[in-house]
């Protein structure tokens, strides 16, 4: 731990694209931080990365969310556009199954953005961290970013 207390962990963006607050996305699940907290993405790409190195606790059955225990025990959720429950997993390609490692920018998700954008779902894209009560602090970047590359969420751990 040292003298200065616990390092300051990073989480990158999951998808190229831009970044926004998470207050932005058009469903309070996620813009009311139901779930937690953290960034959304909306992408200008079809692959999704790992934002943060850790085990896959969780792959939904359609495909549009994976849950990640990163290796420090914080709980990461990638949500992959809005209400795209309902494709029943069209428009998604998984490349991980529960109990994989995966590092930061490992491939998880291919989403066809513009076959899910023509059926009428937001392709929008939360990135939060459900284990927010574990945090001392954390900060969100907003912008544009690149998958697996820019930083978009820092965080310490109490």
């Known amino acids: 731990m040292g003298l200065f207390g616990k390092k300051e962990?990073?989480?990158?963006?999951?998808?190229?694209g831009k970044a926004?607050?998470?207050t932005e996305v058009?469903?309070?699940v996620f813009s009311d931080k139901v779930l937690?907290?953290?960034?959304?993405?909306i992408p200008t790409s079809n692959t999704v990365l790992a934002p943060i190195s850790g085990t896959i606790a969780q792959v939904a059955h359609t495909f549009h969310a994976v849950g990640i225990e990163a290796d420090d025990g914080t709980e990461v959720l990638v949500h992959l556009g809005i209400d795209t429950v309902k494709l029943n997993g069209e428009g998604f390609t998984c490349h991980?199954?529960?109990?994989d490692h995966v590092n930061a920018g490992d491939k998880l998700m291919d989403m066809d953005i513009e076959a899910i954008a023509a059926?009428?779902?937001?392709?929008?894209?939360?990135?939060i961290i459900t284990t927010t009560?574990?945090?001392k602090s954390m900060d969100c970047i907003t912008?544009?970013?690149t998958a697996g590359e820019t930083t978009v969420i820092t965080y310490k751990k109490k």
């Open 36 to 41: 937690g907290d953290g960034i959304a993405i």
């Open 26 to 28: 058009p469903d309070p």
């Open 9 to 16: 962990s990073k989480i990158v963006a999951q998808q190229t």
């Open 96 to 99: 991980v199954k529960v109990g």
């Open 20 to 22: 926004v607050p998470i």
């Open 143 to 145: 912008g544009d970013v």
């Open 119 to 127: 059926k009428g779902f937001k392709t929008i894209s939360p990135c």
């Open 133 to 135: 009560d574990d945090l």
